[in-house]
């Protein structure tokens, strides 16, 4: 009986949608002014039934809400939604950051969720 009560509430919990990091949907327009402006700008490519872009989403949100983080544009790409999106970034990967200071990409990972290496990612473009 607990294993079944157990397995529902782990069926419930992968089925429920997750939000992403406090971004906004990624579009062109928001991205080329972001970097026409010399706003840095990171692009985080998620899924919400991504196990990995589960543990990046909340890392990312609480770096960019640090002071020192605070002046970085998060912009997010549906991996399932905008196929188009990703093949522009050459991405095949969902939980891919890719960090732009102005008209350049100055970082890249994939499937990093820990906050000390992400921050590190970020200072790239401050």
Do not use: N, Y
């Amino acid at each position: 009986m607990l294993r079944r009560h157990a397995l529902a509430a782990l069926l419930a919990l992968a089925a429920a949608p997750l939000a992403h990091a406090a971004g906004v949907p990624f579009e062109q327009a928001d991205f080329e002014a972001a970097r026409r402006g010399g706003k840095p700008v990171l692009i985080m490519v998620h899924a919400d039934w991504c196990p990995t872009c589960r543990k990046q989403a909340p890392a990312v949100e609480d770096l960019l809400k640090q002071s020192e983080f605070s002046g970085i544009q998060l912009l997010v790409v549906d991996f399932d939604m905008q196929e188009d999106v990703r093949k522009t970034f050459r991405v095949t990967k969902q939980s891919t950051l890719i960090l732009f200071k102005g008209d350049k990409e100055v970082s890249r990972s994939t499937g990093e969720t820990r906050p000390e290496a992400i921050a590190q990612m970020l200072r790239k473009a401050l």
